[in-house]
Structures are given as structure tokens and as C-alpha cells.
């Protein structure tokens, strides 16, 4: 099982993911930027006046998340995908360079093939990291490149807007949860499973939480 958690920074994501890699036992990827950044032995401040700089950073902490992601196979929680594109698009000119190429959308449709949740901006949630300036303007715009992509590349996302963090768990776990009930019906011995095949036959087999996610939103109530 896969599973991202994307979007925008002070969002939240890795508050998420560290949770999710903690109760559900999982392998945890996080943010591969503060790395990349640190080997670079640069900081965001010094990559604002420096195009070449950025355009090597981003490049760089793209390939190193893919190398993350491959070597965790099919089990790991990640607090970001492809999010470093849309810091490409807003602050390099390599951004269509890096989307034209084969491999990423290849990598798209990995990521399509997981669990995705998509966290949703709130002023409420800005808070300086140490690493980047949070400027709300500069938010929402990653925000929106973020949707874009996922639109783009018909990747099934849940969206999470709620600030309440026990509501955001809920989401999450309904979602999970489900998902591994559903491995687990998959994993039954042939009589058992040939029965419960007949109750999956509407099921999608390319995005695991859609039907789950969209059984959530009409559920629930993410925006109070």
C-alpha cells in the first residue's frame, strides 16, 4: 500500500503522514527537500537570487523522492509526491522540461495507483518551519499547481480541508482502513473469496481509495 499525502507546504502533511507511519507500522518518506537541501549546503534564501541553483535543486530533490519511493517498493506513507513541480513552475523555467519528460509521467501513473490525500491550505495553519518563508499568497499558488497536476493526470485524490486534527484522522483512517479490509477480503481462501468477489465487481482496480474516498465525501462533512 502506498500512500501521499500532498499538497502545499504548512499544510500539515507531515503531521499526517508521521501519524500514519506510526499506527498503520509503515515505512515513512519524508520530505526529501530539507536533504537535498542540506548535501546542496545552500539555503532557500541564497536559491532566491540564483536560477541555475534553484533549477538544480529542484531537478535534484525529484529524482531523489522517486529514488525514495523505489526503494520502498509497494509499502511506504510519503509526505509528498510530485508536490516539488509545482516549486518548480513558480520559481524555475524548467518546469515544462520536467513534465515533457517519458519518466514523469510514468511516475504519475504510480502515483495513481495509490492512496492519495490531498491537504487543502488554511490560514490558521501557517507557521514559520525554519526552512521556507510562509507567505499565504505563495501557498495558495503551489496549492492550485497542486490540483492542477492531479487533475492533469487523472490522479483520484481526497481532498482534506478541515483544520480540526481529530477530524483529519477520521478521514484518513475511514479510508485506510477500508483499504485493508479490502486486501484482506483479496487474500481469502477460494471459497470464501469467490462469494466476496461478487461484492467488488464495481470496485476500480487503478486508484485503491477512490470508491472509499467517495464514499467518505458523501459521508461526511470535511469542510466544518
Given at each position: ?32 527537500a530539507r536533504s ?28 531523489r523522492q522517486v ?158
Amino acid at each position: 500500500m502506498r500512500i501521499y499525502f500532498v499538497g502545499s507546504h504548512a499544510t500539515g502533511k507531515t503531521t499526517l503522514c508521521r501519524y500514519v507511519s506510526q499506527t498503520y507500522g509503515m515505512p515513512m518518506i519524508s520530505e526529501v527537500a530539507r536533504s537535498v537541501l542540506a548535501e546542496m549546503e545552500s539555503s532557500f534564501d541564497a536559491m532566491r537570487t540564483d536560477m541555475d541553483l534553484v533549477s538544480q535543486y529542484q531537478r535534484k530533490v525529484f529524482a531523489r523522492q522517486v529514488a525514495t519511493e523505489q526503494q520502498h517498493k509497494e509499502l511506504f506513507v510519503s509526505d509528498r509526491a510530485f508536490d516539488n513541480l509545482a516549486y518548480a513552475a513558480d520559481h524555475t523555467p524548467i518546469f515544462a522540461d520536467m513534465v515533457e519528460d517519458t519518466g514523469f509521467a510514468d511516475y504519475m501513473k504510480w502515483v495513481a495507483g495509490g492512496i492519495v490525500f490531498f491537504l487543502r491550505p488554511h490560514k490558521s495553519l501557517l507557521v514559520e518551519d525554519g526552512v521556507r518563508a510562509v507567505d499565504w499568497d505563495s501557498v495558495v499558488r503551489i496549492d492550485g499547481m497542486v490540483k492542477l497536476l492531479l487533475e492533469m493526470y487523472r490522479v483520484s485524490y481526497l481532498p482534506i480541508e478541515s483544520v480540526s486534527m481529530q477530524e483529519r484522522v477520521r478521514a484518513v483512517q475511514f479510508v485506510l482502513d477500508r483499504e485493508k479490509s479490502s486486501q484482506r477480503v483479496q487474500t481469502m481462501p477460494n471459497s470464501v473469496s469467490a462469494t466476496a468477489s461478487m461484492a467488488k465487481t464495481n470496485v476500480p482496480t487503478t486508484s485503491p481509495g477512490a470508491l472509499v474516498a467517495k464514499e467518505l465525501v458523501a459521508s461526511m462533512d470535511l469542510s466544518s
